[in-house]
């Protein structure tokens, strides 16, 4: 047994070096008595402006941990520590084809459990090994061509290899160590195992998803890129198989549907097969950016320090008259904001930062919740038909050649004028932002934003841009699906992460897809599987 310290303070003048020492000190310790000594966790205390802290949780031996915490019990920081528990995997070999369709983190983490249960694993992507994607990525950047399969939303690593890379989530499950650690065999730098709010940066996950394909071979999967499912076919006891481009068969006893919120054809095929989904509520609206400095100051009350990362945010804002919570999501320090379109005459944002976020600006989506009633139509695409109108009415006033409409933070407000300043390529236009979103959003951003200036005094400021829209907050419907993770009436199929409407990010899909991986490694010893 290992004992846990938390909130062990730093100022930025002191090294952490120093950590043991304080320990010991506050323990009536000597720093030698401590051994393995480690941090678990670090985050940054800025509420006091005038002395920014650093704080941390460490974990450590001593040779009478008893004793320690005895003598120590009206300590609450201190107690005991035990490490997470990992995923069972219980490898036997079994005649048994496993079909994933989708390269995101739930499709991935889906597929390298069940090798390592000892399936066969077939995974299929509809977008291209990430090498190449990127390269395509690029080439929209550069040029507005974009290729609808593999793009900032489709192919190896889903939407999230283009994004921060954040692996925080709401979701409270002792695997999520599993992913972090797996994370940084794979190639992630080791500080994400002890960050508040880790993220890997898009430029890292790049080589964390080759290390992760090699690993999946090497386990013997066979991986198909540039393969899109386009139906499934069922049997009397479910499940029998799919249909890849068009024309393909492909045989398999369970289907892990690992789609990602874009794949509008899948969602199409899946209701003409008559799988339930449902349409959900979402939120929309548009990217703000702000120079690094201003935010930094805001937060720490400096421009920079060599001992504190780049300053995050999260703004929230309940509207009183039409209850619709309007808040900041997916904030990127120091990075910045990416055409992220997947359809040829549809435009939506998203933001992008890098390992180290020392880009010039920091960006942040700045949403308004989105309800099925606003669809103004019940069936479980009108969601999606939702989305598309109001893409289609960024990239037309864009000027139709994926250069994102933008204006100026004060002019939205009608407070005044400033000029237009952003990092997204390949370009942005200026345009009133109004017309290219719903009224009650508009409507919606422009109360919150008052409050939010006076959460953060400086936010409302002539130095900020919109760029728009952003509308794939989440998926626009739900896959319904069982206790058992089977689709509703439709045995072996498994539709898991975001797509499905059950995930909401890099780390929580992830676990969604490793638990669709143990509910099939349950049911392959249960003699009704057979």
Excluded at 65 to 71: D, I, Q, S
Aim: hydrophobic share 40%; aromatic share 8%; charged share 25%.
């Amino acid at each position: 047994m290992a004992v846990q310290l938390r909130e062990v303070c730093l100022s930025l003048d002191e090294e952490e070096g120093a950590l043991p020492e304080k320990v010991a000190a506050e323990l009536g310790l000597q720093a030698r008595d401590l051994g393995n000594f480690r941090v678990l966790r670090r985050s940054v205390d800025a509420r006091r402006k005038s002395a920014v802290l650093r704080v941390f949780t460490v974990v450590f031996e001593v040779a009478d941990e008893e004793a320690l915490l005895a003598g120590q019990a009206h300590n609450r920081r201190l107690g005991p520590w035990q490490p997470p528990p990992l995923p069972p995997i219980v490898f036997r070999r079994r005649n048994r084809r496993i079909l994933v369709v989708g390269m995101g983190p739930a499709g991935l983490f889906a597929a390298l459990s069940l090798l390592r249960h000892g399936f066969q694993v077939t995974l299929v992507e509809r977008g291209e090994a990430v090498e190449r994607r990127v390269a395509a990525v690029k080439r929209f950047r550069a040029t507005g061509l974009l290729d609808p399969n593999s793009n900032i939303q489709f192919g190896e690593g889903g939407a999230g290899t283009f994004s921060d890379g954040k692996l925080n989530t709401r979701v409270k499950h002792p695997w999520g160590p599993y992913v972090l650690q797996t994370l940084v065999g794979f190639g992630a730098g080791e500080e994400i195992l002890t960050q508040a709010k880790p993220h890997v940066g898009t430029d890292r996950l790049r080589l964390v998803l080759i290390r992760f394909r090699q690993e999946l071979l090497r386990l013997g999967a066979e991986i198909c890129f540039g393969t899109c499912l386009t139906d499934l076919y069922f049997g009397p006891e479910g499940l029998r198989g799919a249909v890849l481009d068009g024309s393909r068969e492909l045989a398999c006893d369970s289907l892990v549907l690992a789609t990602g919120h874009s794949a509008r054809d899948t969602y199409k095929m899946l209701l003409r097969r008559g799988i339930a989904l449902e349409s959900k509520a979402f939120a929309v609206g548009l990217r703000v950016e702000h120079p690094v400095e201003r935010i930094n100051s805001i937060q720490y009350g400096l421009a920079r320090h060599p001992r504190l990362p780049t300053a995050e945010y999260a703004l929230a804002y309940n509207d009183p008259e039409t209850q619709r919570g309007i808040y900041s999501f997916c904030m990127c320090p120091g990075g910045e904001v990416v055409v992220a379109a997947s359809e040829p005459r549809g435009l939506v944002v998203n933001g992008m930062s890098s390992r180290l976020r020392n880009g010039d600006f920091s960006n942040s989506a700045l949403v308004v919740a989105v309800r099925p009633e606003d669809f103004g139509a019940a069936d479980a695409l009108a969601g999606v038909r939702f989305q598309r109108r109001w893409e289609r009415a960024a990239f037309e006033a864009g000027g139709g050649d994926f250069h994102a409409p933008a204006q100026n933070l004060l002019v939205f407000l009608g407070l005044g004028r400033g000029p237009i300043h952003s990092s997204c390529r390949p370009g942005v236009r200026e345009w009133d932002l109004q017309e290219v979103l719903p009224a009650f959003v508009t409507t919606g951003l422009r109360r919150a934003l008052p409050y939010f200036e006076r959460r953060m005094r400086g936010f409302v400021t002539a130095e900020a841009t919109l760029v728009g829209v952003e509308t794939r907050t989440s998926a626009p419907c739900r896959i319904l699906r069982r206790e058992d993770g089977q689709a509703l009436n439709h045995r072996g199929l498994y539709p898991v992460g975001e797509g499905a409407g059950y995930a909401g990010g890099i780390m929580s899909a992830a676990l969604d897809g490793l638990k669709a991986a143990e509910q099939i490694a349950g049911k392959a010893t249960d003699r009704s599987y057979r």
